[in-house]
T-cell receptor, first 112, second 112 residues
Framework: DGGITQSPKYLFRKEGQNVTLSCEQN?????MYWYRQDPGQGLRLIYY???????QKGDIAEGYSVSREKKESFPLTVTSAQKNPTAFYLC???????????FGQGTRLTVV | GQNIDQPTEMTATEGAIVQINCTYQ??????LFWYQQHAGEAPTFLSY????GLEEKGRFSSFLSRSKGYSYLLLKELQMKDSASYLC?????????????FGRGTSLIVHP
């Protein structure tokens, strides 16, 4: 079955550490993107990519980095520069204009 | 940029009808989406409107008025499982990205 998979579901990070969240899709979608969701908040865009080897900053890119070496994969690294990383992270993809986004199941990151 | 506004919380009774409104301001409208999100889970797609009018899908309907920058999601014959957050998202033309911007979501509580 086609879909979009995020791992891990839960992640704990010590202060000062970098962590990488995985996002893989087998839907053959060109566009992939990362959102962050905080309690009671909407989804805020971190980074997006429309094509392999190209990506753009979203509204809250500071403290995050991404890569898009393969069409299927769009990993997100939360760096130590991100001062408040505890949140629910959602990866999504879509085929093109006029089509809906498909979401992964999310990764809940907690700083300990 | 976009400004999307929806009520924070609504309550309704099982079996009733509820309407969740969404207003937006955008310089280049390219479609409006409604998603349902249960706590701790990923958003799931409900509806898409790009032209004015009503789109019906079973118990759920969505309406759009582009001239007023207004949409609503109508849920009929409410069930307890409809208790969730409902996210309005607007896609904007320009830059070729087609990445949607999300509102903060409306938390719907259905009680017996």
């Amino acid at each position: 079955d086609g879909g979009i998979t995020q791992s891990p579901k839960y992640l704990f990070r010590k202060e000062g550490q970098n962590v990488t969240l995985s996002c893989e899709q087998n839907l053959n979608h060109d566009a992939m993107y990362w959102y962050r969701q905080d309690p009671g908040q909407g989804l805020r865009l971190i980074y997006y990519s429309q094509i392999v080897n190209d990506f753009q900053k979203g509204d809250i890119a500071e403290g995050y980095s991404v890569s898009r070496e393969k069409k299927e994969s769009f990993p997100l690294t939360v760096t130590s520069a991100q001062k408040n990383p505890t949140a629910f992270y959602l990866c999504a993809s879509h085929l093109g204009a006029g089509t809906e986004a498909f979401f992964g199941q999310g990764t809940r990151l907690t700083v300990v | 940029g976009q400004n999307i506004d929806q009520p924070t919380e609504m309550t309704a009774t099982e079996g009733a009808i509820v309407q969740i409104n969404c207003t937006y301001q955008t310089s280049g409208f390219n479609g409006l989406f409604w998603y349902q999100q249960h706590a701790g889970e990923a958003p799931t797609f409900l509806s898409y409107n790009v032209l004015d009018g009503l789109e019906e899908k079973g118990r759920f309907s969505s309406f759009l008025s582009r001239s007023k920058g207004y949409s609503y999601l109508l849920l009929k014959e409410l069930q307890m499982k409809d208790s969730a957050s409902y996210l309005c998202a607007v896609r904007e033309r320009g830059g070729g990205s087609y990445i949607p911007t999300f509102g903060r979501g409306t938390s719907l509580i259905v009680h017996p």
